[in-house]
Nanobody, 123 residues
């Protein structure tokens, strides 16, 4: 059982930055692939970024590559999403998730989810 709590969302202007955090508790956090997803009103929950349990492999959606950076600090049981050059289309609820099976792209592959944190980017 893994519990995930996101924080760091808020309202920013286009071009600004935010850093989201996801604090994990429970068993074997260090062995989980961690992902970030986002969901805008009326849309599917989409993949944003993921990082392997060792931190050696990272994956990004094309829409955020070059702007967002995922990282993890296993000693702190925390995964981060640094978001730079934010655009209005980045507005969504952002969710972190944990996956133990080696996959990373599809929501159905993940075992645990946080409650989400709202990100609003104004123009």
């Amino acid at each position: 059982q893994v519990q995930l709590v996101e924080s760091g969302g808020g309202l920013v202007q286009a071009g600004g930055s935010l850093r989201l955090s996801c604090a994990a508790s429970g068993r074997a956090f260090i062995r989980y692939t961690m992902g970030w997803f986002r969901q805008a009103p009326g849309k599917e929950r989409d993949f944003v970024a993921a990082i392997s349990w060792s931190g050696g492999n990272t994956y990004y959606a094309d829409s955020v590559k070059g702007r967002f950076t995922i990282s993890r600090d296993n000693a702190k049981n925390t995964v981060y999403l640094q978001m730079n050059s934010l655009k209005p289309e980045d507005t969504a609820v952002y969710y972190c998730a944990a996956e133990y099976g080696g996959a990373y792209y599809y929501p159905y592959e993940y075992d645990y989810w946080g409650q989400g944190t709202q990100v609003i980017v104004s123009s």
